[in-house]
């Protein structure tokens, strides 16, 4: 990539970030942390993850005004179908809209108990599409969506997935956010099937640069993600090196990057997992810079 080349590529990049409310006292130290580590990059938005079954709520809501307020950067509060009646949801949507809250990310939410097949919660809205549509109805936020460029556990096809995509979009949705992925084809792929069936906006890809394997298997494992060979090789025997780790981490994260940019690709959501070093040096690289350190 040429120098001129490189300094479009820094105009035009978006990123935003992921983080999940703490549990203890050291894990929010170190969440704020990063959060104020990463502020200064200026993210289109910041997102706060919702426990399953809304075991989160409070936390949510108390992460997201805070970041807001402290910030000022657009922060968005994840809201899911599963555990709440549909005047609940209206409740928690205009409290956030009270507040100065304008993004929300629309799921239909993970149950408590893993492994137990998905009912809708009796009064509530069955899904995810239905829950946009539902916001919309109470304020015009700004809505992400999920999307799985490597299917959903309970898709029943590929094919379903694009089309049940197109419906959470159509319902009023402004783009959707994919889970992570290792394979850029695989992305690629999911892109153009979501062009041929109409989509149009967004389809922005979800980047995990990875700070422990042993989760990222038990992640990959539970949203069904592929996790190619060559991490188990990169990353083996790497458990007690965490510097070592950390630059393996960067180059595999940074290469895919640069290879969605040079397919055209420029918005970006990090899932932080509430560190900030991989993510600030990934952003770095690409020359998205506080404006203190801003390049000419």
Known sequence: MTAQNNTAAKTDLRVSFEFFPPKTEKMEETMWRSIHRLAPLSPSFVSVTYGAGGTTRDRTHSSVTRIQDETGIPAAAHLTCVGHTKQEIEQIARKYWDEGIRSIVALRGDLPDAGDTYVP????????????????????????????????????????????????????????????????????????????????????PGILPVTNFGSLLRFAKMCGADVPKRFHWRFDGLDDDPDTRRMVAFHEAISQVEGLMKEGVTDFHFYTLNRAELTYAICHALGIRGTEQAVA
């Open 121 to 204: 919660t009796p009064g509530g809205y069955d899904y995810a599409a239905d829950l946009v549509a539902g916001l919309k109805e109470i304020a015009d936020f700004d809505i992400s969506v999920s999307a799985y460029p490597e299917m959903h556990p309970d898709a029943p096809s590929a094919d379903f997935e694009i089309d049940y995509l197109k419906r959470k979009l159509d319902a009023g949705a402004n783009r959707a956010i994919t889970q992570f992925f290792f394979d850029n084809e695989t992305y690629l792929r999911f892109r153009d099937k979501c062009q041929a069936a109409g989509i149009t906006a967004p389809i922005v």
